[in-house]
């Protein structure tokens, strides 16, 4: 183990970490190692994905909204239990990113759980484990999401970029990161403008599982038959969520009442009308960006919709591109954003800050589990 996990505040060497991250899709766990010092990417791992199965699902589903009980016990051990076997393929790692599985989010009513174990990650793999990434951000007055942002700047210098530009994740939630990488560090006023932009994919996920026992529309094969209605679009975006001043977040099932909407359209109607609000919510998220991005990076589960790209493409006044168009992975940037906010916690340094997620201060969130020698556990 690299001596530089502490928490410093001292520039520290770059260490190897992997991260690891199970969205609001419940679709299954993605792991990408990273090498960074906190500040600058250095390289990219290997990654690997392990998709949750039919029964695992469903385990979590059943938590999603829970607090507490045996439901999210059930869930936290499906999530102990995929992540070590994920983590059973990697080597030569300093340090993990364990993000969890976030079963319930209301920074502004009981906090905000994401489940999985740390500590006992950390016993398993004998390597210290960084964990409970949003808990200190909400106690602090945050949103405790979204935290991909910092690691938005980094990437953003990474690839180059001189002008503000913004990252989009169309994931179960849609979450948007405006960057000016003229600023030298993230929590710099003025750097970053991050929020939730609403639901992406998760209401059309929803209306495939209700209506044709089906994970998701693929491809939006079924948007591109159905034509969207207006009259359903108008009354999601006459939603008070959408005027709110960011930063701002959502819990996954915020819109679930969303499918109600529909419910009279036909399958291709509805999923073409959930798909349009979901690109809506994002059009209505770009208005409040400081100023004109030189473009706009979708990362993210839905960037392999066409149809919600075009809807994108048509409504908004720069590019709309995938990030492999600047050769990042965008099925594994978030695991990649747990890897680089692991190694920022071990070095002491800020994870959210006031533009991301409206908390008072820049804060470093976040759990250090280290492996205990044998004997000396109870
Ligand atoms: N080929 C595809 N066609 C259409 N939609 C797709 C395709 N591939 C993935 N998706 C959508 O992307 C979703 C998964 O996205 P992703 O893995 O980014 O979500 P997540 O990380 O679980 O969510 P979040 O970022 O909100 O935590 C799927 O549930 C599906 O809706
Ligand atoms: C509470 C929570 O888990 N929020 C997720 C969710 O999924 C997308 C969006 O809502 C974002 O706010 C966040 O995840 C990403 C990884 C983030 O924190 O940046």
Redesign the pocket.
């Known amino acids: 183990m690299n001596g530089a996990v502490r928490r410093s505040g001292r520039r520290a060497g770059p260490l190897v970490a992997v991260g690891m991250?199970?969205?609001?899709?419940?679709?299954g766990v993605?792991a990408a190692v990273l090498t960074t010092d906190g500040h600058r990417i250095s390289a990219f791992g290997p990654s690997r994905y392990r998709a949750y199965d039919d029964n695992e699902r469903g385990v979590l589903r059943s938590a999603l909204g829970k607090w507490q009980g045996p439901e999210v016990d059930a869930a936290s051990a499906v999530v102990n239990r995929v992540h070590a076997e994920v983590l059973d393929g990697f080597a030569g790692l300093d340090l993990v990113g364990f993000h969890g599985q976030?079963l319930a989010h209301e920074p502004r009513g009981r906090g905000t759980l994401q489940v999985g174990d740390g500590a006992a990650l950390a016993q398993g793999c004998g390597v210290p484990v960084v964990w409970d990434f949003r808990s200190d951000d909400v106690a602090m007055g945050g949103e405790g999401a979204p935290l991909a942002p910092f690691f938005h700047f980094a990437a953003a210098k990474y690839i180059g970029a001189t002008e503000p530009l913004c990252f989009l994740?169309?994931?179960?939630?849609?979450?948007l990161t405006y960057v000016d990488p003229g600023f030298d560090a993230p929590e710099e006023p003025g750097a970053l403008l991050a929020f939730d932009t609403g639901p992406?994919?998760?209401p059309?996920?929803d209306l495939m599982s209700a209506r044709l026992g089906q994970?998701?529309?693929?491809?939006?094969a079924l948007a591109a038959q159905g034509t969207v209605e207006n009259g359903a679009l108008e009354l999601f975006l006459s939603e008070s969520y959408f005027a709110r001043i960011p930063p701002k977040s959502l819990d996954?099932n915020d819109f679930s009442e969303m499918i109600q909407l529909v419910r009279e359209l036909s399958d291709a109607n509805a999923a073409a009308t959930l798909t349009a609000m979901s690109a809506a919510a994002v059009m209505q998220g770009m208005a409040h960006c400081p100023t004109p991005p030189a473009r706009l990076l979708v990362?993210?589960?839905?960037r392999?919709?066409p149809v919600l790209m075009e809807m994108l493409r048509v409504a908004l006044d720069c590019p709309v591109q995938p990030v492999e168009a600047v050769g990042l992975d965008g099925?594994m940037l978030?695991a990649q954003a747990f890897a680089f906010l692991a190694v920022r916690v071990a070095h002491g340094l800020p994870t959210s800050c006031p533009g991301t997620t409206g908390v008072g201060a820049a804060v470093g969130g976040g759990v250090i589990s280290r492996p205990q020698p044998a004997g000396t556990l109870a």
């Open positions: 991250m199970s969205g609001t899709s419940l679709d993605d976030t994740n169309l994931g179960g939630v849609g979450n992406a994919n998760a059309v996920d994970a998701m529309d693929k491809g939006g996954r990362t993210g589960g839905g392999h919709n099925d978030e």
